[in-house]
């Protein structure tokens, strides 16, 4: 399996990324380089498709299929992608605060601490469907690491798409994420303008 190792400061300094978005709450104290002139209409598209993908956590061959199944469907294909990006089971993980990071919440996952329906999934890709109930395993629960995490992300705002219970620690999808609630920092229809030369 192919994973990303690129230093996350450096790669959100590099895209003019905030690393909160990636669930980290530290800044760099390197000075910007200076950006040489304007960049092009290529490299403001190839840019936007960069910060999906390392927002996500996806390398470019499951990013282009994700941006195949979008354009398949019926409506508009910027929004498609960012639904399926959004209904990753990683990223509920993450929106939910039963992980830290983004990249903690991958590895949640791919451990074998979240249940779907009942069922043990390890797949961080796998879709999340209106109606289906995430649940952290029981044996989880009881550890004193993942009660740190969930005091470290306390704070955080669960998207009106999800529906947490805090006592049952269960959580619901109510609805199809719609793309207000989606409120990462990506310009869709670059990226759709990238894939469609």
């Known amino acids: 399996m192919a994973v990303n190792r690129d230093p996350i400061l450096k790669k959100c300094r590099s895209l003019d990324l905030d ?70 089971l990683d990223n509920v993980v993450f929106r939910l605060g039963f992980a830290r990071t983004r990249r903690e919440s991958r590895q949640v996952v791919n451990h074998g601490h979240v249940l779907v329906n009942g069922k043990r999934v390890n797949i961080p890709s796998y879709q999340v469907k209106v109606g289906d109930v995430i649940e952290v395993n029981e044996k989880t629960k009881e550890s004193a690491m993942f009660n740190a995490v969930l005091e470290a992300s306390a704070g955080r705002v669960v998207p009106k798409w999800l529906d947490l219970n805090k006592q049952t620690g269960k959580a619901t999808v109510v609805a199809v994420p719609e793309r207000e609630d989606i409120d990462v920092p990506v310009d869709e229809i670059l990226i759709v303008e990238f894939y469609s030369k």
């Open 19 to 88: 690393p909160a978005y990636l669930g980290i709450y530290k800044k760099s104290n390197r000075e910007p380089k200076r950006t040489r002139g304007k960049k092009s209409e290529y490299g403001l598209q190839l840019r936007e498709k960069q910060k999906a993908k390392f927002i996500y956590g996806v390398l470019e061959k499951q990013f282009r299929s994700y941006y195949e199944k979008a354009d398949r469907k019926p409506g508009m294909t910027g929004t498609n992608l960012m639904v399926l990006l959004e209904s990753r």
